[in-house]
């Protein structure tokens, strides 16, 4: 039986996430125009679950206890990613994508900072992304460019952007088969991304690489499959932004495609998987176990 909880571990490492963000922001900020900071911060530091830099942490900090990897570019990685990762939550927002009000309880970005400097904050933070993560010393320079190449894989036609494109086409069939492509790409991809990175940051070997690999595919599934469930089951209060807005619009969920009890047991699956691949890195017992229970344990 599992001795080992999130409640102490995962405040912390969010906190260690808002550290790092803080002062890479704060670096960005001395070089960009004052608007456009403000922005760029408002999207940035406004909390979250951070789950794609914790997860990239803890795959580096799992590996690194071996191979003494990990440290700056491991800490790099995580702020790109969710530079990344807020990036595309402004765009997404913006009224010619998902036109949303509401984000983590706050207005969204073009609804505080309008539409063309939303755009731009978006623009910056994508490209400051590859910034942060390829600047480092000589002696890195082989390694960050392998984490360069694992984020832009991830975030772009091949990963979340193409998946966006999927989950907007009009003529979308409501078939599992490409529910799964869709949400490989347009959610999973930078989480396996995160995971994929943390380990490559720590040092990874070939068989470590490996289980990040198949973790994050289960994990990015996971997690997907339970936002679908709480935009069904969830109120907005608990959820930050709007519920149900994908039954509205249209759209195939794994709920709307499979039913309610099959998504379930279908993210209850995937997370096994994903224990099993961890197990052979920290046994049963540890963050990266319980990281993958709560991609479908949360309620918001």
């Keep these: 039986m599992s001795t080992f909880t999130l409640e102490g571990w995962l405040p912390a490492q969010q906190k260690r996430v808002e550290t790092l963000l803080a002062g890479r922001m704060e670096s960005i900020a001395r070089r960009s125009p004052a608007r456009l900071a403000e922005a760029m911060r408002y999207s940035l530091l406004d909390g979250g679950k951070r789950l794609r830099p914790v997860l990239c942490l803890a795959f580096s900090d799992a590996v690194a206890r071996a191979s003494n990897g990990g440290g700056e570019p491991a800490n790099d990685a995580a702020c790109a990613l969710e530079c990344i990762h807020t990036y595309s939550l402004v765009h997404d927002d913006l009224p010619a994508m998902d036109d949303d009000d509401l ?156 039913g309610l009890e099959r998504s379930r047991q279908m993210a209850k699956d995937h997370v096994a998987r994903a224990l099993a691949a961890v197990a052979p890195l920290e046994g049963a017992d540890g963050p990266l176990a319980a990281l993958a229970r709560y991609s479908i344990e949360r309620s918001s």
């Design 103 to 258: 984000r983590r309880g706050r207005p969204t970005n073009h609804k505080v900072h309008g539409e063309a400097m939303a755009i731009l904050a978006g623009d910056a933070l994508l490209t400051d992304a590859f910034s942060l993560l390829a600047s480092g010393s000589p002696a890195e320079q082989s390694l960050r460019g392998r984490l360069v190449a694992e984020l832009a894989l991830a975030a772009g036609a091949g990963g979340m952007v193409g998946g966006q494109v999927l989950d907007i086409a009009e003529d979308r069939p409501a078939e599992l088969d490409y529910l799964q492509r869709l949400h490989r790409m347009k959610t999973g991809a930078l989480i396996k991304a995160a995971c994929r990175m943390g380990a490559i940051a720590g040092g990874a070997d070939a068989q470590a690489l490996d289980a990040a690999e198949i973790y994050g595919d289960a994990v990015g599934l996971a997690f997907q499959i339970a936002d679908d469930l709480l935009d069904v089951t969830a109120s907005a209060e608990a959820m930050g932004k709007p519920t149900g807005a994908d039954a509205a619009a249209g759209r195939h969920t794994f709920p709307a495609v499979v």
